[in-house]
């Protein structure tokens, strides 16, 4: 991902890499007895712990509040999609179809891998996209 950052401004404590943050996230969660989840800070390339969870506002790109939406509601009608992200919504809803995670036709779009697309709400739909032709090309 050229131009993103792994020093994020968020003022968030950060991971260096998806491993780091799950280690930390058990060692959380043994001493403090809570659920930690990690996901990739979508202003940079570091990785953040949570025990809230995720929530639309906090989900930046239109790829994660589409998943995210998805997960919520199993099928979304892109025309009801905030306005000024509805054609980036196609956009993602395109791709998404494309890696098997939606069923989209006349501006609806349907989960079908809610796996995939919890993984798309974690570290964002571009690396996920990435995540995925890693793999295809791994196991050739």
């Known amino acids: 991902m050229p131009g993103r950052r792994y020093n994020c401004?968020?003022?968030?404590?950060?991971?260096?890499?998806?491993?780091?943050?799950?280690?930390a996230a058990d060692e959380d969660a043994a001493?403090?007895?809570?659920?930690?989840?990690?996901?990739?800070c979508p202003g940079?390339?570091?990785?953040?712990?949570?025990?809230?969870?995720?929530?639309?506002?906090?989900?930046?790109s239109t790829g994660r509040r589409l998943?995210?939406?998805l997960l919520s509601s199993n099928e979304v009608d892109?025309?009801?999609?905030?306005?000024?992200?509805?054609?980036r919504?196609?956009?993602c809803a395109a791709q998404m179809s494309g890696l098997g995670?939606?069923?989209?036709?006349d501006?609806?779009?349907?989960?079908?891998?809610?796996?995939?697309?919890a993984r798309v709400v974690q570290v964002g739909l571009d690396a996920y996209a990435e995540e995925a032709s890693g793999q295809a090309t791994g196991s050739a």
Do not use: N, Q
Not at 78 to 87: A, I, K, N, T, V
């Open 44 to 60: 940079g390339l570091a990785w953040h712990l949570t025990t809230r969870g995720f929530t639309p506002e906090a989900l930046r």
């Open 89 to 91: 919504a196609l956009e």
């Open 67 to 69: 998943a995210y939406a």
């Open 31 to 40: 001493a403090y007895g809570e659920s930690v989840t990690v996901y990739r």
């Open 101 to 105: 995670l939606v069923l989209a036709a």
């Open 9 to 23: 401004s968020c003022g968030k404590k950060r991971y260096r890499d998806e491993s780091s943050a799950l280690a």
């Open 107 to 117: 501006g609806v779009v349907r989960a079908v891998d809610r796996a995939g697309l």
């Open 78 to 87: 892109l025309d009801g999609f905030d306005p000024r992200r509805r054609r």
